[in-house]
């Protein structure tokens, strides 16, 4: 190869590993009909809200209620007896009940 045949192939790779930088500004645009998708709201336990139903039996609609009063994400029952992990959840209500499946105590975490 000759030296201008060197340069011509190295121009013409240099063009190609280029052409993919190539940014077309129409398409990187964002479309005003695309709307972003809002923050998640945020489920922090308030169990002062639900304190109310203590001594209340411990069903599903209750624990929706408490769900709901506390404005938590999850709920965590606690039976008689039982052990809990000391993880700390700010959007979780633990619900303790006794053997009569009445509800004890409410609490976050």
């Not at 013409?12 to 077309?24: D, I, M, P, T």
Request: contains cysteine; hydrophobic residues 40%; charged residues 20%.
């Amino acid at each position: 190869m000759t030296n201008g045949t060197w340069r011509l192939a190295l121009a013409g790779f240099g063009a190609l590993g280029l052409s993919g930088c190539v940014v077309n500004i129409a398409d990187s645009t964002p479309d005003r009909a695309e709307a972003v998708p809002p923050p998640p709201v945020s489920m922090i336990c308030n169990a002062e809200k639900a304190q109310s139903h203590i001594g209340h039996d411990a069903t599903q609609a209750i624990g929706t209620a408490i769900l709901r009063d506390a404005g938590a994400r999850t709920l965590r029952w606690g039976p008689p007896n039982g052990a809990w992990t000391m993880d700390y959840r700010e959007d979780r209500v633990n619900v303790r009940y006794d053997e009569k499946m009445k509800i004890t105590g409410i609490t976050c975490g």
